[in-house]
């Protein structure tokens, strides 16, 4: 077996030396289990949160090369703390032909663990976004005092000696002509190219490119108001922007010196928010919650999403058609429904196994599971204590040694040698226990955990998809009936124990197909 490591350390109370550590680790399991080191990526200083991380997305890229097998990492968070942005990956990994491991977490292809591993990563997510508290509320309590929060200052501002900002007078022209020109009926790229001719550079030093305009052109900051906390990125690698609810923004009208009249800005504004209007009429966006794990019947072909305009009234209909016929014209599988198709998927799923009764079935197969993986972490304590007192004899026994006036070299390099070796044992040993408190979570938490999923309908649609991902393998459909395969497929009962079809009234069936 082949595997590429993967080792990452956040700047949250971690050193560049837990890398050190993690691959350490990660190769004596690899060695134990003979698995062969093709490739180390690391990122330092990144948050698993996020996916701007250098290493792993040519982790993600390589992957398609066939170079490994497994994706080894020392914990489940060092591969990501958020359950949407781990299924995404792992997918994407899945496809490729590979698996991701970890080395404390001992989890297998069994049911209990797939469902555990999904309990470990909500663990993970919580103290992220716990984490994440903590430090917002002193960056809140930054931005009421109108202080800069880090990263750099906006285009056509400094930040003083207490941390507020003050203006740039040479950037504060380039950002005047931003408005000016815009308000004139001046695009992006028209913009772009004036700026670069007068000389003008962006915070950085480098030419302009549009991109940066729209940012600039929203900035309240230009009209003196000071704000924070507008956005958050979106999920599973898409570098998006979202608007945060009004309650959760930061505004202090005054907070910053002005450099945009207001009359500019409303202007500016008006103008912004009618293009926007124009392009959104154009370019409608469709969510699909089954995309990736619906597949045609006929030919084993993704179903992929598609809008168009149908019927004698040209109603736009939205559904999942067969790829190979899309692309090739050699599959005469029809299209379905979108919203049937999803509705039934999610209907099925809660009446299989998001049901009162399987979910308590599956949390007693994941506390036993849990248990059991308990008992293995004990062993491992056991040996770990035992080398640590191996070498602390020999330890002992140099220095006996030593004071009774035999001294060599050598000596001094075996005791350095026993004392890193020592060290070394010591993280391990903590972090063992630290797992062993991790496999110890109570059945009601479980419950509890696994019962919100059971919500689904009510959901964003991010979760829905986070959660229909969590329990099933893929959607088979077929000209008379629809095959969903569960991952929860335990063979001792617990509503999803087996793949379950379920045919159609030809009628109803007929009538979502096109």
């Known amino acids: 077996m082949k595997a590429a490591l993967y080792a990452r350390f956040s700047s949250d109370n971690q050193r560049e030396e837990s890398i050190d550590a993690q691959v350490r680790a990660m190769k004596e399991y690899s060695e134990r289990n003979d698995i062969q080191i093709i490739k180390i990526y690391t990122d330092e200083a990144k948050s698993a949160t996020t996916d701007n991380r250098p290493q792993f997305r040519q982790l993600i890229k390589d992957s398609t090369l066939g170079l490994f097998d497994i994706v080894l990492v020392h914990k489940l968070d060092r591969f990501s703390r958020n359950r949407y942005d781990s299924a995404f990956y792992k997918r994407q990994l899945k496809l490729n032909g590979v698996k991701v491991m970890s080395v404390l977490e001992l989890l297998n292809d069994s049911p209990e663990s797939i469902i555990l591993e999904s309990v470990l990563e909500g663990m993970a997510e919580y103290y992220s976004a716990n984490l994440a508290r903590e430090v917002m509320k002193g960056m809140k309590e930054t931005a009421l005092q109108c202080k800069h929060n880090g990263g750099i200052p ?30 004139n009926g001046f695009g992006y790229n028209e913009i772009v190219d004036e700026l670069n001719k007068k000389g003008f550079k962006t915070k950085l030093g480098n030419s302009f490119g549009k991109n940066s305009i729209s940012e600039i052109l929203r900035n309240e900051k230009y009209i003196g108001t000071y704000t924070f906390n507008k956005t958050n990125r979106q999920f599973a690698g898409k570098n998006v922007k979202k608007i945060k609810g009004e309650e959760e923004i930061i505004r202090v009208e005054g907070g910053t010196p002005q450099i945009i009249d207001k009359s500019l800005w409303n202007k500016v504004q008006l103008k912004l928010n009618k293009n926007k209007r124009a392009k959104g009429s154009n370019s409608a966006k469709e969510n699909y919650l089954l995309s990736g794990l619906l597949v045609c019947g006929s030919c084993d072909g993704a179903m992929v999403g598609n809008r168009k305009r149908a019927g004698r009234n040209k109603d736009m209909y939205v559904s999942y058609e067969c790829s190979t016929r ?12 979108r919203d049937f198709i999803e509705e039934f998927v999610v209907n099925d799923l809660i009446e299989k196994i998001l049901s009162p009764n399987t979910l308590e079935y599956i949390s007693t197969k994941i506390y036993n599971s849990a248990i059991k993986q308990q008992e293995i972490i004990k062993s491992d304590v056991k040996i770990i204590e035992k080398k640590l007192i191996e070498i602390q004899k020999q330890i002992d026994n140099i220095i006996n040694a030593i004071t009774k006036g035999m001294f060599h070299e050598s000596m001094k390099e075996k005791m350095d040698e026993l004392e890193n070796e020592k060290n070394n044992l010591k993280i391990d ?10 496999y110890s979570p109570k059945i009601d938490h479980i419950k509890k955990y696994l019962s919100n ?14 959660i229909i991902n969590r329990y099933i393998k893929k959607v088979l459909l077929n000209e008379d009936k629809i095959e969903i395969h569960y991952i929860v497929d335990f063979d001792d009962g617990g509503g999803g124990s087996r793949t379950h079809v379920r045919k159609y009234f030809h009628k109803t069936f007929s009538e979502c197909r096109r």
């Open 429 to 438: 040993l903590y972090e063992t226990k630290v797992q062993f408190e991790k």
């Open 453 to 466: 999923d059971s919500n689904i309908k009510t959901k964003e649609f991010h979760e829905q998809k986070e």
């Open 154 to 183: 906006p285009l056509g501002y400094d930040i003083a000696d207490d941390k507020t900002l003050i203006i740039n007078e040479n950037e504060k022209h380039a950002v005047i002509l931003i408005y000016t020109l815009y308000s």
């Open 326 to 337: 899309k692309r090739t014209k050699q599959c005469n599988a029809k299209s379905i429904n």
